[in-house]
């Protein structure tokens, strides 16, 4: 089945592609592996292929406009704005000057008359969201933007933004060990007729298994400043870890299958994007969707993560204090 943004939106695959990693965010990446996964993605029915202006500042956007700008009518593209990157980290830039001339810019290095789905990627607090997303709305109507999203809201802001416009999407983190989304923000999508975009379903490579108590991550990957990968956090994860491993072990799968199946069950509305810079991972990841989790599976999966999900913050503070505003 291929789900919808919103009730009337254009269809998209059951798995849709992140791409951050590809230009450096979890450490050194090869851009020739990754143009060669963008196209196996595409040829094995991948058709959502996630960005961002900041991701690489804007060199993720070109390598995607590079590698998919001649398969343009198979793909739907969606990135973001309304962030620039500092030395300091990211700061939100929610001006409509600043929107109009962030899209102009992505349009012109995704090599594209029109992004399929724009989302606003943090709230800035000198912005009422209605502004911002007001801005949006005149990209909308000009024809250089399909749909409208946002990243990291909280229901009541999402509820302001869907009254100036319709928020097709919503983007953030969900995963079987961060499930925060279901207590507010999933219900506002659903009364809304929004689809929820779950990035990091994958706990940002942790659930993989590929992930160590002595993994040294490599220089510039943003697991090194986030307390939910580091020291204690980090060992009382990796135990959740080691039993979705078993679980996994005993479906015959691997333990991004189990996660990725996990949240296939949430719903059609919820579409997973895992990231992937490399075809074995994104074939592991594609493997999930032969996946069927019985009730037993799911009740042995809730079991085996405690209530309240991983241990520690999933970003430093700089980061959290830009989230579900």
């Not at 409509?96 to 606003?120: K, N, W």
């Not at 607090?125 to 909280?154: H, M």
């Not at 959740?240 to 299958?257: S, Y």
């Not at 999930?288 to 241990?311: F, K, N």
Request: glycine residues 12%; proline residues 6%.
């Amino acid at each position: 089945m291929h789900p919808d943004l919103e009730h009337d939106g254009p269809a998209v695959s059951r798995l849709g592609l992140g791409c951050m990693s590809m230009t450096g965010s979890y450490g050194p990446a090869d851009p020739h592996e990754a143009a060669a996964t963008l196209l196996e993605a595409l040829d094995s029915g991948v058709t959502m292929f996630d960005t961002g202006d900041f991701y690489g500042d804007g060199a993720n956007e070109e390598l995607l406009g590079r590698t998919l700008a001649p398969h343009r009518d198979r793909v739907v593209l969606a990135t973001k704005t309304g962030v620039r990157r500092t030395a300091g980290g990211l700061v939100p830039a929610g001006s409509p000057g600043y929107l109009r001339r962030a899209c102009e810019a992505s349009l012109r290095r995704l090599r594209t008359e029109r992004i399929d789905l724009y989302y606003l990627a943090r709230i800035d607090p000198a912005v009422p969201v209605e502004e911002s997303v007001g801005a949006l709305a005149e990209l909308a109507a000009e024809g250089k933007v399909g749909r409208i999203g946002l990243s990291e809201v909280s229901a009541a802001t999402l509820r302001r933004a869907h009254a100036v416009h319709p928020v097709s999407a919503v983007q953030t983190e969900y995963s079987l060990w961060e499930r925060h989304v279901e207590t507010g923000v999933l219900p506002a999508v659903r009364e809304l007729g929004a689809t929820l975009v779950a990035y990091s379903p994958l706990g940002r490579g942790l659930l993989t298994g590929a992930v160590h108590a002595g993994t040294r991550y490599e220089p510039g990957d943003f697991r090194a400043t986030a307390p939910r990968y580091n020291g204690d956090d980090l060992k009382a994860n990796l135990a959740i870890v080691e039993a979705v491993t078993r679980l996994a072990d005993a479906k015959g799968a691997t333990p991004a299958q189990i996660a990725l199946a996990w949240l296939l069950t949430r719903g059609g509305d919820v579409i997973p994007i895992p990231g992937s810079s490399r075809r074995p991972h994104l074939r592991d990841n594609l493997g999930s969707l032969d996946l069927r989790l019985t009730a037993a599976d799911l009740g042995a999966i809730d079991a085996a993560v405690p209530g309240t999900g991983a241990r520690g913050a999933r970003y430093g503070d700089h980061g959290i204090a830009l989230i579900d505003r």
